[in-house]
């Protein structure tokens, strides 16, 4: 059997590049439910509590309005592509300007970095 912990996993995550991560001024995590864990909502509070980081839960992401010094971190290639093309018509530089967090990640998604 393989056991996954969704909470430890995130949270693992998000500690392990934190010197990365810090230059953000707010973390989203786009959580639409469904399929998705509710592993990864704990674990993201408890690490943006413990970290003392402003922080949203947001379900739907056409309620996203991209800012510069946000990080998202996202479980949906669909949602992903919407925060990337909001990125680019607001010239917003992927990684410097936005942080971009891809859950379920794969070598094709390198591409979209620019």
Known sequence: AV???FE?????CLQSGITL???YKR????????KEPMGFVVGFK??????????????????VNVQEGDLYILPNDED??????DCYSKQLTLGK???????NDMSLKEILRG
């Not at 989203?28 to 469904?34: I, N």
């Not at 992903?80 to 093309?85: A, D, G, P, S, T």
């Not at 300007?97 to 859950?103: C, K, M, Q, R, T």
């Open 97 to 103: 300007d936005v942080g971009i967090i891809s859950i």
């Open 80 to 85: 992903l592509v919407r925060i990337v093309k």
């Open 27 to 34: 973390f989203v995590l786009v959580y639409p439910g469904g």
């Open 46 to 63: 408890r690490f943006c509590d413990d970290y003392g980081l402003a922080n949203e839960i947001v379900m739907n992401i056409k309620l």
């Open 8 to 12: 430890e996993d995130i949270y693992e």
């Open 3 to 5: 056991y996954q912990s």
């Open 21 to 23: 991560l810090k230059k």
